[in-house]
Each structure stands twice: as structure tokens, then as C-alpha cells.
DNA sequence: TTTGCTTAGTATAGAATTTAGACAAAGCTA
DNA sequence: TAGCTTTGTCTAAATTCTATACTAAGCAAA
């Protein structure tokens, strides 16, 4: 009567990286190394480890410096996935986490292992991951319509103009150039960096802005949202 | 090496439910059966069970019918809570989930168990049930400010001067009364019940609403949110 | 060196949305 | 029947958003 089934369930974690390629988002995968499905392309993730993790946060923090060699500048808890059906070693759950990276935090030469794959092109994938990718970019894009989420796609330094490209892939339609600056302007989380410009193209060059120091780990929420639908 | 420690984790679910009472957000505790904390106030909760519950909202469906004895019209998953600290029996996730029900529907005399509690007094609680309950009025009341998430904590029929006191109970703040009306207006989701208004009251009587019939389980966004600020 | 091209960044006017206040509607009470 | 109250709607003023135009400033080619 005490402790009763609950030791039967299998208790795993699992990370969507997503991060910014060639203008389109794309989840890291890696090819599993034990059964099930060893060989197969996969999110990381792996058992939670008591005696080495704090809680599931931590756990996803390890699962991705253990099998991608990096440390996330956004991490947050997307939601738990659950069942008999989605692990055939049995009833499991899955607390999933989404991490936001700028690309060139990813060295794909470094991390051979790790795969970057177009979130939008439909795949095969085992247990139920694709339905975590899925609901990670759900997440991803509703929050990008009216919060800062988006600049932890960006690196350390960018322009206005790169960082409205950014929203536009994600969100999938073109913004107001006026609009948006207002917004970025209302949130009041960016500061230019004094006489760091854009150079090299044939063009007025363009102000580099970075996160104020305050706003590192905190997403800003606009009033009114940025897209117009 | 195959299925470590994790065997050692403890899963749970409990339930943040919450209802309007006297014109403020009151959550439903219970009184613990059995250690730990038996005989002391708490979230309905307890492990899942795998032979039971096809996957945790199930379990979460459970504890409801098993503890508070009602349907909820309104149950989303809320976030995972973990670590060694939160639970004396060990290791621990709880998978915690929300509902929102009307206030008839919560019939107190037949279930003497649960008690009503105003989520703003604060209260000393077992494990970490304050912070699942403040994740949960913080989630209700963010949801509230552009959806339709209210409506669930109002019965089948209410007026829009009723719904209206209900968001504003939730927000915290007065709201427009035009703008009010455009926007239930633009989500399109309420239907006037013909010939039915709400009379005894020294007024012109006020016209009875109920959801459409396609948006009993399925919130609708606004695109520009409902409050000023 | 100069001309032309391109994109950055800003100003402005018109369009669209939101809000405050006024007011008629309609039932209860005395 | 008069007066009170809240519902529900209309309208004008305030605010916000968007399209367009225009200057800024660097590169490339002549």
C-alpha cells in the first residue's frame, strides 16, 4: 500500500535544441548509442540521475553538455509526455526541455555525433519525439509573437535588422520596420554597443545592439504583440 | 547500466483546483489520509498508477473523480516539479495539473474532505504545493489576460456583465466595457441563449451567454489581449 | 574621384484601434 | 407612476499602428 507501482515507471528527460540554420529552425538530433532504437537519429535525453542531478532542470542541463558539448543560454521546461505506448521498455515518463541556441554556440565539427535537421520537414522518429519537436515549435513561435524570446537565437552581438530576420522565419510572415524597432525600443532590454557597426556590405552600416546586463535569463513580454494577424 | 537509478525516482501527479469564490480564486485542499503529513491539508494527488491510468492527465482525471468527486470542465497540464528536497520519501517528480470549475460544481457538503482556501493568504503547506499553486494562479492569470480561459470558472449560462466581473476579479484591474464586449465579440465563441436573461434584479435584465457547442474543451486566443497595461 | 546602388535609420501623415463618456432601454421598488 | 439602477449601444476623442518617403552612409564601378 506504501510505495506502491510508481517504481515501475521509467523516469527520462529529453531536450529539443533548436537552433537558427540558413534562415529556417532546426532541432539537433543524435544517433542513440544503446538499445532502444541504438543507431537511430533521436533527441538527447536519457534517465534522470538521482545521485547526480538536483532535479529534471539539472538533468537537462548535464544531457546537454554530456552529448552536446555545450552549455544553453535558455532553457526552459516545455512539458512532460507520458504512457505506456511511447518507450517499449514500458511505462514512462518524459519531462522535455527546450533549449535556445545561437549557431555558432553549436560546432557541429566538434560534436560529430549531433545533427541538425529542419523542424519543418516531416520525419520518422522513435518513441514520441516528433510530437515534442512539434509542441517545442509551437512553443517557440507562439512566444516569439509577443515576448523576447527570439535574441537567444541570436549570438552575443546583432543588428535590429538581423534580429527582425530572425523574428520574421519564426513567425513566417515579414513585420513593420516601424513597429517593430518600436517594440524592441519598448521592451527596453537591448543596448547599442557604442561604435560597433556592421561593416563589409554595400550599405549604411547597421548599429550592433546586445542584451542589457539585467536581462540575461529573462524572457520581456510586449503589451500588444508583434505581428499583426 | 541498462535501466539505472531511475528505478528510484517516485511519480505523482496532483491537481491545482481552482475556483471562484466570493469574487476571489480559491483552491481546493484535502486532508492527507496517510503519511506523509497524514491528517494535514494538501493538494489532491498521489502516485500513478500504470495499470490505472493510460498516461498522467488520466491519473490526473483519477485523482479528481477519487478525491474531489466531480468532472472538471477544464484540466491542463501546468508544469513538472523534481528534486530530492520536495518529497521525505525520496526522489521525486510531480507531474502537477490545473482545472477550473464553476463554483456549483463543487458541492462541499458532499465532499466534507475539501476544503476552500482564498490562493492569496499565504499558508504553510506540505512538500512544495505552495509554489505548484503559485505556478498555477500565476499560469490562470497570464492565460486570462488573452483568452478565454475564464469562461470555465463560470457555469453553463452567465451574462457579460457576470464574465466581465470575472476577469476583472482575475486581473486585477477594472476593464473597459466597449473594448470588453468588442473582444468577446471577436472570439466568437459565445452564443446569446434565445429569451433567456437574468431577471430579478432593479435593472434592465441582462442577456443570458453559453459557450458554442465546438468550444467546450478548447480555449481561444485573442490577438490583442484584454487588458490595459 | 565621382556617380550610382543598396540598405540603415527616422519622420510623418493617414488608417486603424481603443477608450471615455453619454444616453436610451427596461425592469424593480415604492 | 416616478425614480433608481444597470444593460447595452452610439459617438467622438485619444491612442496606436502602418505605409511611404526621405536622409544617411558605406561599397563598387567607371
Chains 1, 2 share one sequence.
Request: aromatic fraction near 6%.
Amino acid at each position: 500500500m506504501n510505495v506502491p507501482d510508481s517504481r515501475n515507471v521509467i523516469c527520462t528527460v529529453d531536450v529539443v535544441l533548436l537552433c537558427l540554420k540558413a534562415g529556417s529552425l532546426h532541432v539537433a538530433l543524435l544517433r542513440r548509442d544503446h538499445n532502444p532504437y541504438a543507431g537511430v537519429l533521436a533527441l538527447p535525453g536519457g534517465f534522470v540521475r538521482p545521485e547526480l542531478d538536483q532535479n529534471t532542470s539539472d538533468a537537462a542541463v548535464r544531457m546537454l553538455r554530456e552529448k552536446a558539448g555545450l552549455e544553453s543560454p535558455y532553457l526552459e521546461q516545455l512539458a512532460t509526455f507520458s504512457g505506456q505506448a511511447r518507450d517499449p521498455r514500458g511505462w514512462s515518463v518524459s519531462i522535455a526541455y527546450y533549449a535556445l541556441v545561437p549557431p555558432d554556440l553549436l560546432d557541429l565539427t566538434a560534436q560529430p555525433d549531433v545533427t541538425l535537421v529542419p523542424v519543418d520537414v516531416p520525419r520518422a522518429l522513435p518513441f514520441d519525439h516528433r510530437e515534442i519537436i512539434a509542441a517545442a515549435v509551437e512553443r517557440v513561435r507562439s512566444k516569439s509573437t509577443y515576448s523576447s524570446l527570439p535574441v537567444y537565437l541570436c549570438g552575443e552581438r546583432f543588428t535590429l535588422p538581423q534580429l527582425q530576420t530572425v523574428y520574421e522565419s519564426l513567425l513566417g510572415e515579414s513585420l513593420n520596420k516601424v513597429s517593430f524597432r518600436r517594440k524592441m525600443d519598448e521592451l527596453d532590454i537591448l543596448e547599442p554597443i557604442q561604435g560597433e557597426m556592421e561593416t563589409g556590405r554595400a550599405n549604411r552600416p547597421a548599429q550592433y545592439y546586445r542584451l542589457k546586463a539585467g536581462y540575461r535569463d529573462q524572457l520581456s513580454l510586449c503589451n500588444r504583440g508583434l505581428s499583426s494577424s
